[in-house]
């Protein structure tokens, strides 16, 4: 059996969860975890969910992900006493006793409730309209907070003072009695029944509790032939360190969540049996350390050919997340240069984070329009690409010899579907970050889409299906040129890049991982 451990956590350091209200959720769908267990489960072995944080919409976001059948041992939930068959009761927010004079606001993001003219309650929703949280207020001020349980049921009381500081969290069972609660000093009592009588009466915090519990699930659930693969987050690693036996330890580094500069990662790093790096530099930082460590994506290849050459604009998507202004200035201005050559090609810029730079690349854009003195005029349309490219193919049609305006789009994406739809029409990648982002690399291999980066990986080869920059100032333009003069180049990496898709298919990663993990024991 295969445990999988996540590292959903809220990012404050808190044991919560990271928030699943609908218009707070971020990249959450891109996540090592995630797919490492579709593809275990699609490849027929025996996966489940070790959860140690508290997620009381867990089955909403497991189904959200396609993961809703992996079984999931979750330590709230016996902390809870919640039981592990217990039905789902749909819960609205109408059915409850609201004052007489309930008076609803609704908008986009959350339901607001008025009594006597003053606030009363404030519900937010989950992406499928689940009720995820509600604050309760007296003279608009916030007193308490109620968590719900996707199953139908208040999973948690928070009471705030009048300075708005948390001074007593309860966690109930599915009846409403608490079993738990954390105390304004962060020391825990137990208060609840049977189930808990193991445990001593008070702990100094929370992570001493969950610690506690989490050793005896591995004591008591994971047998000696069972691995816990986990991902590599500092949050959690200290207790791993102490619970998780070494050689029943995997652990999955991805990005930049675990500081392998500090002592207490590398020694992790050192003592597991099989250490997972996403990328180049991950692979480079863990063998460093001397770890046992095999590099795998952290998504499996897909069949999902792109349909870019059977559109007529030539389109390419520019990650920018991890560029600087400096960056993002000599890209765009070698780049609108380029376009200025075709009026074929179109830019959009693709983000992964809450977009934040608005200002800066519309100054950027409108700066390089007078410095570059190009025929025509750019502007950055902050609409979604999707909903601008009618406009721009309208637009080419009425184009002349004189200048006309161009917009460079934006898109913003959040989870894996999302990615590929982006990608569905695109024609070109391009990624001039230090560390290629893995998930547009193997997006970009599932749609046959060359890629051009300045960064070495194992998934994009130079002149096969995409192009390595030894110099972005001179070398850019000249790729570009590569794959969008034609289609000769073009159809070339198409080749590579369904080749490539053999070589990372789910059951083709799992025989690797387990085929390294023998090697290591």
Known sequence: MYYFLPAWYRGDQSWDSHEQVWFHQSQHGFDDTINQVRMFTSSGQAAALLVPVFFPNLRHFAYQQGIYEVPRLSVFDYLQGIPADLPVVNLDYHDFAWPADANYVYNPFTVTVFSKGQRYAQISMGPEGNLIVMDLFKNDQR??????????????????????????????????NEQFYVAADGQVHIVGGVHLARHQGIYPDLRSLITEQFTQFVQEKIQPADLVVAAADPFHDQMLGEVVPNEQLVLSYFGDRADLATAAEAELAQRAILTIADSNHNQQRLEALGAQTLQLPPLDTRLSLGISNQERLLKIMLLIDDL??????????????????????????????????????????????????????????????????????????????????????????????QLIQAVHTTRLLIDLSAQPDVFLQIAGISAGIPEILRAESLYVEDGKNGRLLQNVTTDLAPAIHFYLDGLKNWNTALVHAANKIADYTSRRIVKRLQAAIKEAR
């Open 143 to 176: 007193y308490r907070q109620l968590d719900f349980d996707d199953r139908g049921f208040v999973s948690r009381v928070s009471e705030y003072n009048e300075q708005q500081q948390l001074v007593r969290q309860a966690y109930l069972d599915h009846l409403g």
């Open 324 to 417: 600087s202004t400096a960056a993002l200035r000599s890209a765009l201005a070698i780049i609108m240069t380029t376009m200025n050559e075709n009026d074929l090609i179109d830019l959009t810029l693709l983000t992964f984070q809450p977009f934040q730079r608005q200002e800066e690349i519309a100054t950027l854009v409108a700066e390089l329009n007078n410095q570059l003195g190009l025929r025509d005029q750019y502007t950055f349309n902050q609409i979604e690409a999707a909903e601008a490219e009618n406009q721009l193919a309208d637009n080419l049609d009425a184009a002349q010899e004189t200048a006309r305006e161009r917009d460079i789009h934006l898109v913003t994406v959040n989870s894996e579907p």
